[in-house]
């Protein structure tokens, strides 16, 4: 990357910059290979946050489908890690994990468990085995108690587990449907597709490990049984350890990700596989070069840029993530590693300033948390808006739950020195309600970027980015406007 004037002496946020075109000979935005440059070789460079309000089941299945990785929040116990681990490789790549509802669950049982998955449907199993489909239109205007055998839909498609996505949506178009139901040898519903589910997966590659099951990771922290939670963990696949941290250029971290380091190395010696340890954060190089020479294959890059986090407000602590992702990166390159940019997110073309800052890939939470695919419940304001409650994990509101074990006096203490807001209203967009489609929109971003820079990897996007400084009028001017001026 460099600069289309000298670089200021000064750090810079991302409203901060900008990128100039260049001469370039890709063709198409699908000529750009968006494989992430972090050493995990990701087919998109996109990673879900460790954030308790956004990172769960059902969203790392959703993400590792298209490309990326989600990566478990640390204050899940690590029983409950593992199996969710678990729940996740045994998913299908390409089908859809389905909402399951028996025949004499009522139409409010249903409309609680639909806005679970972003499709809108539930199959109906009776005694395990497949008897039809609702569709969320179908429940409008019935009695809440109306059961769900009453309104099901028998007529339905049905195929094969190994059916080409392609295939998926010829059928679903032949034949005017919404949505396959793939069902195996043993009649067993193994997930569901939608004409544009069917698209996408045409389109994306998942995430999948040697043996072509889906991605996921998994944070251990710094504090407690780290060992413990670290074996257990990598036992049920964990494919990604996460050791982050407020602070994360400490003593303690550098203790624990020896500790870690030690426990990857023995289960690859045992098992062959190889787990790639993340530790951060941080926004210096010499914090940089500290967690890579303790340990760490990737650096998590980022403090106070998140939208959840008072840091910077509370402390004055903190460095504008721009700048900070170019120098940390630039320091692990020159060490053979990686970092991830963690925080700040909040447009596609923040996603491609990183990369052409240098990121290996590129962490997102609290954008990712008005979607339907977060671990929250879905809620609705007094105009009938729809949103999903999210937190800072270093709010009053984790703390409470990471420290639940602890005595209350403890726990009460911890409490007093929160730093994040406990509870924010994140508001699913009506045009991109899902996670899925957010992915959408950030990766024509960053195609397109690529494009403009004449990139056709993400390495080459580093070294060809031409960026630029611009006043803040200089970013207003690129907003769009809905309504007219």
């Known amino acids: 990357m460099r600069f289309t004037t000298s670089r200021p002496d000064y750090d810079l946020t991302y409203d901060d910059v900008f990128m100039s075109p260049t001469r370039s000979s890709v063709r198409s935005r699908m000529d750009v290979d968006l494989t992430s440059t972090d050493g995990l070789r990701l087919p998109l460079p996109l990673v879900v946050a460790n954030m308790t309000a956004i990172s769960g089941r059902r969203m790392a299945e959703t993400v590792a489908r298209r490309g990326g990785v989600a990566i478990f929040p640390q204050d899940v116990p690590a029983g409950i890690a593992a199996n969710s681990i678990r729940r996740v490789k045994n998913a299908h790549p390409v089908f859809e994990s389905p909402v399951h509802v028996r025949p004499d669950d009522t139409v409010g049982e249903v409309l609680a468990l639909l806005p679970k998955r972003a499709h809108g449907m539930a199959v109906v199993l009776d005694g395990g085995h497949l008897a039809g489909v609702i569709h969320e239109a179908d429940l409008e205007g019935l009695d809440r108690f109306v059961q769900a055998h009453e309104i099901m839909r028998s007529e339905m498609i049905t195929v094969a587990p190994d059916t080409a996505p392609v295939d998926v949506f010829t059928q679903l178009t032949d034949r005017r449907q919404r949505i396959a139901v793939a069902v195996?040898?043993?009649?067993?519903?193994?997930?569901?597709?939608?004409?544009?589910?069917?698209?996408?997966?045409?389109?994306?590659?998942?995430?999948?490990?040697?043996?072509?099951?889906?991605?996921?990771?998994?944070?251990?922290?710094?504090?407690?049984?780290?060992?413990?939670?670290?074996?257990?963990?990598?036992?049920?696949?964990?494919?990604?350890?996460?050791?982050?941290?407020?602070?994360?250029?400490?003593?303690r971290m550098l203790s624990a990700l020896t500790l870690v380091r030690g426990v990857r190395d023995a289960h690859e010696k045992a098992t062959g596989r190889r787990v790639p340890?993340?530790?951060?954060?941080?926004?210096?190089?010499?914090?940089?070069?500290?967690?890579?020479?303790?340990?760490?294959?990737?650096?998590?890059?980022?403090?106070?840029?998140?939208?959840?986090?008072?840091?910077?407000?509370?402390?004055?602590?903190?460095?504008?993530?721009?700048?900070?992702?170019?120098?940390?990166?630039?320091?692990?390159?020159?060490?053979?590693?990686?970092?991830?940019?963690?925080?700040?997110?909040?447009?596609?073309?923040?996603?491609?300033?990183?990369?052409?800052?240098?990121?290996?890939?590129?962490?997102?939470?609290?954008?990712?948390?008005?979607?339907?695919?977060?671990?929250?419940?879905?809620?609705?304001?007094?105009?009938?808006?729809?949103?999903?409650?999210?937190?800072?994990?270093?709010?009053?509101?984790?703390?409470?739950?990471?420290?639940?074990?602890?005595?209350?006096?403890?726990?009460?203490?911890?409490e007093l020195f929160e730093e994040g807001i406990s509870s924010s209203r994140m508001y699913l967009d009506p045009q991109r309600p899902g996670v899925e489609d957010l992915i959408d929109f950030i990766v024509t971003g960053v195609r397109s970027s690529c494009t403009y820079a004449g990139a056709r990897t993400l390495e080459d996007f580093h070294v060809r980015a031409n960026v630029g400084v611009q006043s803040r009028s200089g970013y207003e001017e690129g907003r769009p406007l809905h309504v007219s001026w």
Not at 205 to 233: C, H, M
Not at 332 to 341: F, M, P, T
Request: with cysteine; charged share 20%; net charge negative.
């Open 184 to 251: 195996d040898d043993h009649e067993q519903v193994v997930g569901v597709l939608t004409r544009k589910g069917a698209m996408r997966s045409a389109l994306y590659s998942p995430a999948v490990d040697a043996d072509g099951r889906l991605r996921v990771g998994t944070a251990v922290g710094i504090s407690g049984d780290v060992q413990g939670r670290a074996e257990a963990v990598l036992e049920a696949g964990s494919d990604v350890l996460v050791m982050d941290t407020a602070h994360g250029h400490q003593e």
């Open 277 to 414: 340890i993340v530790a951060g954060n941080v926004v210096t190089s010499e914090g940089t070069t500290d967690l890579i020479e303790a340990g760490a294959d990737v650096v998590k890059v980022g403090v106070g840029p998140g939208a959840m986090c008072t840091t910077r407000m509370q402390t004055g602590v903190g460095r504008p993530q721009f700048s900070a992702v170019m120098d940390c990166a630039a320091t692990a390159r020159d060490l053979g590693k990686a970092i991830w940019a963690d925080g700040g997110v909040r447009h596609p073309r923040d996603v491609a300033l990183a990369l052409a800052a240098g990121a290996g890939a590129v962490m997102i939470g609290s954008w990712f948390a008005g979607t339907y695919e977060s671990t929250g419940t879905l809620l609705h304001d007094a105009q009938g808006r729809a949103y999903k409650e999210s937190f800072g994990m270093a709010s009053a509101r984790a703390v409470r739950s990471r420290t639940r074990e602890q005595s209350f006096f403890e726990r009460a203490r911890a």
